[in-house]
């Protein structure tokens, strides 16, 4: 399963947890650097001066927090170029984004704020959702999905890779029970006819939220044979990722020994509200909103329990941390899934704390 491949390139993706997968993941962080370095005319040796690093987390129709905010970011002044962005779920259909900088602000904006169910998902009824693989179907997100991940975006993420910044977008093999990253501009910049394709089904892959959605079927080859895998949502595993823990002992390990190492930060966007968990709707008495409503339970203290797991990582390895999420001043619900009113109140409510000069928190909560 660790030497799964679509495309028959090595550095492809990852396996999250297997020593192969760290090991690789630590390779390409490597060869990123190289590429950094000769892009920005360093001579070799010479370390990088500052790393940005940014994860986007999972949250549905909640990413437009995440997106406003980055906007409002921009407009502030104080956006920096990311080096190394991540991105699950929700996260993942903003990372390219992210990673491709202001210039793509106003798609950002129509993604977010001009979409709705119909530009998501086709529901279907419950005769078919018991029989079949999903409540609905995301063919629509495939389209929308395609509409701004085309061959000129894809050409940009080559180009971003090709400077020594990395894009990974997670998602779940449930066949092997574990968790992919997906090395997005390797993929671009592989040159291969279905990079295209694939770079857009990992972002279905990445949003198909199980039970709600179809898995991501990808074909794949293993010592010459071929097999199909069932992807899934990354966020059944981690809401949030940022970097391996080798990365981190590198770090540890150049400054033990007295050796430079450039100054990093990491940003994180939990396009969800953390603490208490703010306003809810009375959980209905059927079988699909109590389960509904524990799994969103779930969701969120696996997701709490990401950030302090990078916020310590960060820490340890001297990585300055900072943190965004939905406040408890923003008081709306939505009235259904990807409801267009409440995802563009969110996306002004980011856009305007990130205009204002956001006030990054350097802990989580409590």
């Known amino acids: 399963m660790t030497d799964a491949s679509v495309l028959g390139i ?8 297997s020593p192969q997968g760290v090991e690789g993941l630590q390779r390409e962080m490597t060869a990123a650097n190289m590429r950094r370095r000769r892009a920005l005319g360093l001579p070799i040796g010479t370390p990088l001066l500052q790393r940005n690093l940014l994860a986007i987390s999972g949250g549905g129709e909640n990413g437009a927090f995440g997106a406003g905010l980055l906007c409002g970011w921009t407009e502030h002044g104080s956006r920096p170029e990311f080096d190394f962005v991540t991105g699950v779920s929700a996260g993942a259909l903003l990372a390219p984004f992210a990673l491709l900088g202001p210039g793509r602000d106003p798609e950002i904006r129509r993604l977010f704020t001009g979409i709705s169910t119909t530009d998501v998902m086709r529901e279907r009824g419950y005769i078919a959702a018991l029989l079949g693989d999903s409540l609905a179907d995301n063919a629509p997100l495939l389209e ?32 092997a029970q574990a968790g992919i990253w997906w090395n997005i501009g390797a993929i671009a910049a592989s040159g291969r006819p279905g990079a295209l394709d694939l770079a857009r089904r990992i972002l279905l892959g990445s949003s198909a939220i199980p039970g709600l959605f179809p898995p991501t079927m990808l074909d794949v080859t293993v010592d010459g044979h071929r097999y199909e895998e069932m992807h899934v949502d990354g966020g059944a595993l981690a809401q949030t990722f940022l970097y391996p823990s080798s990365y981190g002992a590198q770090r540890r390990e150049r400054i033990r020994q007295g050796l430079p190492v450039p100054r990093a930060a990491a940003y994180v966007i939990r396009n969800a509200r953390l603490g208490a968990s703010g306003p809810q709707a009375p959980v209905g008495r059927s079988t ?23 916020a310590t990582y960060a820490e340890r390895d001297g990585i300055d941390f900072n943190l965004a999420a939905i406040g408890p001043d923003f008081p709306l619900l939505p009235r259904a899934r990807f409801d267009q009113d409440y995802m563009r109140a969110l996306f002004q409510y980011g856009y305007e704390r990130g205009r204002a000069g956001y006030p990054w928190a350097k802990h989580p909560p409590g």
């Not at 509409?147 to 990395?166: C, F, K, P, T």
């Not at 409503?293 to 779930?298: S, Y």
């Open 144 to 175: 929308t999905i395609s509409r701004h991940l085309d061959a000129a975006m894809l050409a940009d993420i080559a180009a971003a890779y090709e400077a020594g910044r990395m894009l990974l977008v997670a998602t779940v093999n449930l066949d």
């Open 288 to 310: 699909f909103s109590i389960a509904e409503r524990a799994l969103a339970a779930l969701i969120r203290a696996n997701g709490f329990g990401d950030i302090e797991r990078i």
């Open 10 to 17: 090595p550095n492809e993706r990852f396996v999250i947890g």
